[in-house]
């Protein structure tokens, strides 16, 4: 008996250096208008996320991390590209996002995540909100996805009349939530349409459900999952088990839903022995849409929220877990989305052309190898125009403008407005005067980076 005991210790040891040495699996969670301060790991008082504190504490908690842009379109192609979403025309001045009319989406020329990891062989899935255009050339498909099941474009899109105005209604009550069939969104498998108006009152369930069956389905080989979740992305809801269940109304049962189908996932991972071999990332896509009240949310202590280039716009919380790849401890350095795409490649070992990306390998970070990130800048782009640039704690202000629906009006600075955000995380003390010579290098160094963009056609305006 005790010789079986000893060859079965040795056989779950081999089985546990074949898993770390295996490609790493990768899953990304990216909420819809989630604002910096929306979970109970990042300060909030009333949301509870007991899954996502979890995450937080056994892997990496990042509190300088940053999106592509400000709203849905532009961000998700900066996180699936690795790359600003002025270079590939995903971001314009007259159309912020793809809409169910447009003829465009990311181009054919763009290469993915999704991409980059079939070069070994990874079996790679996209589940929940795409918004990267919804004709059969644009879905992921198309894009180095071997499956897909969502919606194509913001869970707003395709409201029907003679509903009431969820736009005017939302302020009225903390938990009020519309009728599923106001809005008229399909959902796609693949490239078919399986279901419209999609019950936006499961889709949360239901994509945490794909999550784990493609999982289980593909657990023998290296897998990728994008998770877009559509929510809290307003209209709001909630499935019955979680409707009501949060004292921040229905909001915070939106959130109480994603958080529980977090903790189904990393309970899978752990019941098929491949927690030590994946990486799990949760974040967001910008922050909050404030003009809608509590059924926005909040980006704590940063100024503004979704479509501002002022942090409340595009500082989201960025949380990395990974038992066995993944050091624990909260991390301070910049990091973005952007970074995503040549983090995994390197943990997976492929070859990408740096001098192509905007992003930048965060994995020796990651790994506890470094306390440095090798990213030192943020570049925050708004409708086609660099409104600011980041580089250490220091932050200038070209070009001012308040969130969507709210927020002061757009203003171009003669001299540029200057915070140091470690001291002021809040942007309230403009102390460009106090110094000159860090508002001449951080205009330097945006004007390099501005001619490093070259034009393209606008996808967003065709």
């Known amino acids: 008996m005790r010789s079986l005991a000893v060859i079965a210790a040795l ?6 250096i074949e898993q770390i040495e295996a490609a790493p699996n990768f899953i990304v969670v990216f909420c819809d208008d989630l604002g910096y301060g929306d979970l109970s790991c990042y300060g909030h008082p009333s949301i509870e996320t007991p899954n996502l504190d979890r995450m937080a504490a056994e892997g990496q908690r990042w509190t300088n991390f940053y999106v592509g842009a400000s709203v849905c379109t532009p961000s998700r192609a900066a996180l699936l590209t690795g790359r600003l979403p002025v270079r590939n025309g995903m971001m314009s001045a007259k159309r912020r996002v793809l809409f169910p009319n447009s003829n465009g989406g990311l181009p054919e020329s763009e290469t993915t995540i999704a991409e980059y990891l079939r070069q070994k062989d990874y079996a790679t899935a996209a589940i929940g909100k795409w918004h990267l255009g919804h004709l059969p050339e644009f879905l992921p498909t198309k894009h180095g996805f071997d499956t ?24 009225l009550s903390a938990t009020y939530m519309p009728k599923i069939e106001q809005y008229n969104v399909p959902i796609i498998h693949d490239d078919k349409e399986v279901e419209r108006p999609a019950d936006q009152t499961t889709i949360t369930r239901r994509y945490t459900d794909k999550t784990i069956d493609f999982i289980r389905e593909h657990q023998k080989k290296p897998f990728f999952v994008y998770l877009a979740h559509n929510l809290p992305h307003i209209p709001l809801f909630a499935s019955e088990e979680f409707y009501g269940s949060s004292p921040r109304g229905i909001y915070g049962d939106v959130l109480a839903e994603i958080d529980h189908g977090v903790g189904r996932i990393l309970d899978t991972l752990e019941e098929l022995e491949l927690d030590q071999n994946t990486v799990v990332v ?98 925050y782009w708004r409708e086609e125009k660099l409104y600011a640039v980041r580089q250490g704690p220091w932050k200038a202000h070209f070009i001012t403008q308040g969130c969507y629906g709210i927020g002061p009006k757009k203003e171009e600075h003669e001299t540029p407005q200057l915070y140091h955000l470690e001291h002021d995380p809040s942007e309230e003390y403009n102390i460009a005067e106090r110094h000159p010579d860090v508002v001449d290098d951080l205009e330097r160094l945006a004007e390099a980076h501005r001619r490093s963009v070259k034009p393209v056609e606008n996808q967003l305006e065709r």
């Open 148 to 171: 897909y099941w969502g919606i194509p474009y913001s869970n707003d899109m395709d409201a029907l009349k003679g509903h009431p105005n969820y736009r005017q209604q939302s302020h």
């Open 11 to 16: 056989m779950s040891l081999v089985f546990s």
């Open 282 to 379: 949760f974040t967001s896509d910008n922050g909050p849409w404030l003009p809608f009240q509590t059924h926005g949310g909040s980006a704590g202590l940063l100024r503004e929220g979704k479509g501002s280039t002022f942090e409340g716009g595009m500082r989201v919380p960025g949380i990395f877990w990974g038992p066995g790849i993944v050091e624990p401890g909260a991390v301070h350095e910049l990091g973005a989305t952007m970074d995503l795409l040549p983090t995994f490649c390197s943990l997976a070992g492929i070859d990408v052309d740096a001098s192509s990306l905007d992003g930048h390998d965060l994995s020796p970070v990651l790994k506890g190898e470094s306390e440095e990130s090798a990213r030192d800048a943020v570049f």
